[in-house]
């Protein structure tokens, strides 16, 4: 789907960015909220909370970096979902990276931006595996194979039913392909 330059969303919303690992999750929000990569924590932009993985990573990397990824990873995540949480908990806008592979943070985040009179909107990027795994060896965070494998076979029926026109509990999805990812200038909230 080619949105054009614009995606537009209801205030409080929030926005999961979501694709396999090496998809360019990471640098479609560098792109559009200027982030750098270096962040600790969410970064503010208006009302809208800008939430990337990296964050809970580099916050961790001061105190873990002598353990083993099978370790330090976990901790990064359940970091990366509280800080989602506790943005949508606080009323704000959230525009966030995520795995998208994970059904139930899904409902869990649904059920928490309802109780603030919110919604959950998900933006797919879709890219062959090759793409992804090209894009990982880019960035110089790779998933170990069997990671990958469990990623690309979770992913592929997602993008189905997104493409079939709803993914439950989302209130709505749109599918990217690079190009049109590429294309977006700016994510909206109002």
């Known amino acids: 789907m080619d949105p054009g330059p614009a995606l537009d969303y209801p205030a409080g919303s929030l926005v999961l960015v979501a694709g396999l690992p090496g998809a360019g999750k990471s640098t479609l ?3 559009l909220y200027g982030l750098r990569g270096d962040e600790r924590g969410p970064v503010p932009f208006g009302d809208v909370r800008v939430i990337d993985s990296r964050q809970s990573r580099n916050w961790w990397a001061r ?3 002598p353990l083993p990824p099978r370790l330090r990873t976990p901790l990064v995540h359940a970091t ?5 949480a506790r ?3 606080g009323g704000h806008g959230v525009v966030a990276h995520t795995r998208g592979t994970w059904p139930h943070i899904l409902y869990c985040f649904a059920w928490l931006a309802r109780l603030r009179g919110g ?3 998900l933006i797919l990027i879709d ?3 090759e793409t992804a795994r090209a894009g990982q060896f880019a960035r110089g ?3 170990t194979g069997a990671t990958f494998a469990r990623h690309c076979r979770r992913w592929r029926p997602i993008v189905e039913r997104a493409r079939g026109g709803a993914l439950p509990p989302a209130a709505g999805v749109t ?3 690079r190009v049109a990812a590429d294309k977006l200038e700016v994510i909206r909230f109002g």
């Open 29 to 31: 929000l560098n792109r």
């Open 63 to 65: 105190f873990l970096r």
């Open 80 to 84: 990366h979902v509280w800080r989602i």
């Open 87 to 89: 943005a949508v908990a």
């Open 119 to 121: 919604e959950v909107h």
């Open 127 to 129: 890219v062959d595996p």
């Open 141 to 143: 965070r790779i998933v």
């Open 175 to 177: 599918v990217l392909d």
